[in-house]
Structures are given as C-alpha cells and as structure tokens.
C-alpha cells in the first residue's frame, strides 16, 4: 500500500512564526503536491513538484514555499504564518508520466492554528 | 478561475435513497475524471474514475455518468449507506498531463441519515 505519512497531525503557532509541514511517502513516486483545504473552497494547489529540487507553483502560493532535497520527502514551509493560513494542509503523490491515471495518494492532513 | 464545479455543497439523503453529485467543466483538454472520497480526520482517496470514452462506469453502487457534448459528469450513489456520509470531490485532468495534476472541485458534503 501507498503511504504518504503528514508528521504533523495538529500544531499551533503564533503569528510571525516560521512553520514547517513534512511529508513522506514511500511508494517512489515522482510527483508530489501540497494542498489547502479549508470549508466550502474545497482542494486549492499550494505548490507542486515532478522531481528532487524542482517545483511549481499551484494556485495559492503566496506566503508559502517548498523543499525538495529528497525523492520521498517534500516541505512545506510558512516563512512568517498569519492567522489567514490557519487551515487543514494536505499532501499527496503520484506517479509521473501521461500513460498512468495521475491517481494521487493522500496523507491525513496536518491542521495547523495560527493564532 | 475555477476549472471544475461542483454540486451541491451539501447533501443529505435518506438511507436507501440515491445521493446525485454534479460537476461541469469547461476545458475540452480534460481526458480524465476521478471521484474522490474523504472520510472526517483522513485524507481523500480515489473512489471510481472514468474516461470521455465511455458514457457511464459503475462500480459496485457507485456509478459515473459522463455527458461529453454538456461537459458534465455525476456521482450517482445507490441505495445509500450510512457509511457513505463522507465529503466526495470530483476532478478532472489535463490531457498528456505528466505532472498528473489535478483540478478539484469544490467537494459535497454527503450525509446519509439512517
């Protein structure tokens, strides 16, 4: 089975801080994504990444970036978090290539409060 | 701009009944359309996914039905469970998309009353 472990499953932080959200999965896959969820705006694509050290922007990146030094490993990071970025934070991964289905594998989300 | 949107927001539905989810889209380059499924404190996992191919794809109680001339496609779930009360999203994928990214929709949020 897929498995894309979240290591934090609820944090609070206080504005200004610098926040860190970690995922790993172990399937070898080569794209990896973080999404946003938040009532009522469903899914929204912070940032993406097809391969080690490259990555792309989604629809909402501003106030976020993101790391990849690792194949399995992908960050997210809030250089100084704001209370507009309290929110459920969830990643996933897929399988590259246009012959798979793009099916994504999720973990079970990290809840960060910003207070 | 929103690339697939979904309705309604929230539905409830008695047990035994059929739940209905729609979705339109606008963007003929989308060849490829999951249905997800989240239950509370998890992630969302692909529940059935069809191809603008086929016109309908049934799995178990879970069927798709896909209008490629409306560009819409719809969850239709019979005989609806209690364990079926869970948020479902619908997506959509570009064409010779590599990167596999996927367009949600907004998600419905299905509860099932026993």
């Known amino acids: 089975d897929v498995k894309v472990t979240q290591s934090s499953r609820y944090l609070v932080k206080r504005t200004g801080e610098k926040v860190f959200l970690e995922c790993v999965q172990d399937m070898d896959h080569e794209n990896m994504f973080w999404y946003r969820q938040d009532p009522g705006l469903g899914l929204r694509l912070i940032y993406f990444s097809y391969d080690v050290k490259m990555k792309e922007k989604g629809d909402i990146p501003e106030g976020y970036s993101v790391s990849r030094e690792k194949k399995e490993r992908f960050s997210l990071i809030l250089e100084s978090a704001s209370t507009n970025q309290t929110s459920m934070y969830l990643c996933?991964?897929?399988?590259w290539g246009t012959g798979n289905t793009g099916e994504l594998f999720f973990g079970e989300g990290s809840r960060l409060t910003v207070l | 701009q929103q690339q697939v949107k979904q309705s309604p927001q929230s539905l409830i539905v008695q047990k035994g009944g059929i739940s209905i989810i729609n979705c339109a889209y606008e963007n003929t380059a989308f060849d490829y359309f999951p249905w997800y499924q989240q239950f509370p404190g998890k992630g969302p996992a692909l529940l059935i996914a069809?191809?603008?191919?086929?016109s309908e794809k049934k799995e178990g109680r879970f069927t798709i039905s896909f209008n490629k001339s409306a560009k819409q496609f719809s969850l239709h779930i019979m005989d609806s469970q209690p364990g079926d009360s869970a948020t479902y999203f619908c997506a959509a994928r570009n064409r010779g998309s590599t990167l596999g990214r996927l367009y949600f929709g907004r998600g419905t949020q299905l509860t099932v009353w026993p």
């Open positions: 996933a991964s897929s399988l």
């Open positions: 069809i191809r603008p191919d086929v």
